[in-house]
């Protein structure tokens, strides 16, 4: 369908001043698709219907008169209602569309405020004309919306200016929608308010202060309805922009430069009041000094546990379990096997116990939602474990690990192992753990405090196995000692939940046996 320039009036001929789409955007009923000018003032082209903007015939700068081609639009239903349509946008007289932009302090501005839950009202009636003289109290338009009916309503003696909308036409809240000038004996407004009821200034005390601060700026923005709805979404306040465009009008590329600057600024604030700054010291003035560069894989694993650290409330507990049982099970497996391929490593034995324990608590199987209003839980177990590597810690991730027994888990955590120091890790190897195991092996230590490998909300740490005396009933006796460090996320799990954790898992650990049960 064609767009054509509207009725103008006593108006020769317009300038087109801003155009705000461009071939190919998709279009809704009533929304602007360039911006004219007169001497007078300024209104928007609006869109017939809903549709695909096909081809725009005019440029900034142009002189177009009445019934000149503005675009063509492709109906999304694919009817061809043209005269319909045209008819519509042709029927609209300019002046009534027409925001005088020249500031007058006895003028109000009525806006349509918040409609709360409703999206845009329905102009439904039409009370008075530009030129009437309205009183205090007067209805001027009539509102309708899904639930109800309001009236915008006047709060002083005056007369009516310009109406700005006409009847059947959708409005939405701070849209502009009638102009007054106030009567020399005129009190100020404390606020224009759509309602159900006529509101007088004198149902409310104000103080003389409170008067000046609550007096009405008529036409203190000059911008489109496109550029007013676009910052009602963006939360932005129109009087806080300098506009650009002809006789100070805000574009939308006004507002979007004021947007982007806006959070620009929230990014270095929120910066500037985070962790301070760790000074920086020259050590080369006091003897030499080499300087290492950190390999990829360590400086996005610094960046990642730095986050975790930050942004997560950790807590870890720590626990000890005997596994003088599992190490001598373990070593009649491996004497049974044919070869090193077939050796079962103490880690597979944790990564089964801890598939077991998660099916039982598995609030450590999830993640907190991006909401922090609840956590999603996961319903498989993917079991990430940490591996060095010469060029830092890497993290490979044992796929459904519940579902695997001891010797497949084994020959899994061998390989990918050996796949993580030849640097031949593929990319879905390190995606989608749930839960994580740090072991430090042999390496020492009797205990540390893993950070969580976020979005996960635990991560179970093992230090190195070591021989100590432990009570049995009436004797000290020599066992197998392994530490346990336990690392959550305490806005998701608490210490009680944790202590269960590592109880079920140190038992499990401590007698094979449960395996089985």
């Known amino acids: 369908m ?69 675009a063509k639009i492709k109906a999304v239903d694919g009817t061809n209602s043209e005269q319909a349509d045209l008819q519509e946008v042709s029927d609209i007289p300019i002046e009534e569309n027409l925001v005088d932009d020249v500031a007058n302090s006895n003028q109000i501005d009525f806006l349509i405020p918040d409609l709360g839950s409703a999206s845009h009202a329905i102009v439904k009636e039409l009370l008075c004309e530009p030129g009437q003289d309205i009183s205090a109290g007067s209805n001027l338009i009539l509102l309708e919306t899904e639930e109800e009916e309001l009236a915008i309503t006047s709060e002083f003696d005056g007369v009516l200016t310009n109406v700005l909308v006409m009847k059947n036409q959708q409005v939405a809240s701070s849209d502009l929608v009638a102009q007054m000038e106030l009567s020399a004996a005129a009190p100020i407004a404390d606020e224009i308010q759509l309602t159900d009821k006529p ?40 009087e806080e922009i300098s506009g650009s465009g002809k006789r100070g009008r805000i574009t939308k590329d006004d507002l979007k430069t004021y947007v982007k600057a806006r959070l620009s600024n929230a990014v270095e604030s929120a910066a500037n009041q985070g962790l301070p700054e760790v000074e920086s010291i020259d050590f080369s003035k006091f003897g030499e000094t ?21 942004n997560l409330p950790h807590v870890t507990q720590h626990d000890k379990v005997d596994v003088t049982d599992l190490e001598d099970f373990r070593s009649a497996l491996n004497a049974e096997a044919d070869d090193a391929q077939g050796r079962i490593t103490p880690l597979a034995f944790i990564v089964r116990s801890s598939c077991l324990v998660l099916q039982d608590y598995p609030i450590f199987n999830g993640c907190l939602e991006a909401s922090g209003k609840s956590v999603s839980i996961n319903q498989f177990f993917n079991i990430g474990f940490a591996v060095d590597t010469p060029e830092g810690l890497v993290v490979p991730v044992i796929k459904e690990a519940d579902k695997k027994g001891l010797r497949q888990l084994s020959s899994e955590i061998l390989e990918l192992s050996a796949k993580a120091r030849e640097k ?94």
Request: proline share 5%; with cysteine.
């Open 424 to 517: 031949k890790l593929a990319m879905n190897d390190l995606q989608g753990g749930t839960f994580t195991i740090s072991s430090l092996g042999a390496l020492g230590g009797t205990g540390f405090t893993p950070i969580v490998n976020a979005p996960q909300v635990a991560i179970l740490g093992v230090a190195r196995m070591d021989i100590e005396p432990v009570w049995t009933g009436d004797q000290f006796s020599p066992r197998k000692v392994l530490p346990l460090s336990l690392s959550y996320d305490h806005r998701v799990i608490n210490g009680a939940d944790g202590g269960r954790f590592m109880n079920s898992l140190t038992r499990l650990l401590g007698d094979i046996r449960r395996f089985s049960l």
């Open 290 to 310: 080499a300087s290492v560069a950190l390999s990829r894989i360590q400086q996005v694993a610094a960046k990642n546990l730095h986050a975790s650290w930050v």
């Open 199 to 238: 509101v007088r200034s004198s149902d409310k005390e104000m103080s003389a202060d409170e008067k000046e601060a609550a007096r009405p700026i008529a036409n203190s923005v000059y911008a489109g309805p496109a550029v007013r709805r676009l910052a009602r979404e963006y939360g932005v306040v129109l």
């Open 2 to 70: 064609d767009v054509l320039i509207p009725g103008l009036g006593d108006i020769d001929e317009v300038e087109v001043i801003e155009i705000t789409v461009s071939p190919g955007d998709q279009v809704q009923e009533n929304d602007g698709l360039i911006v004219i000018e007169s001497d007078k003032a300024s209104m928007e082209v609006p869109c017939p219907s809903d549709g695909v903007v096909e081809e725009i015939f005019v440029k900034v700068g142009d002189m177009v008169e009445e019934g000149h081609l503005v």
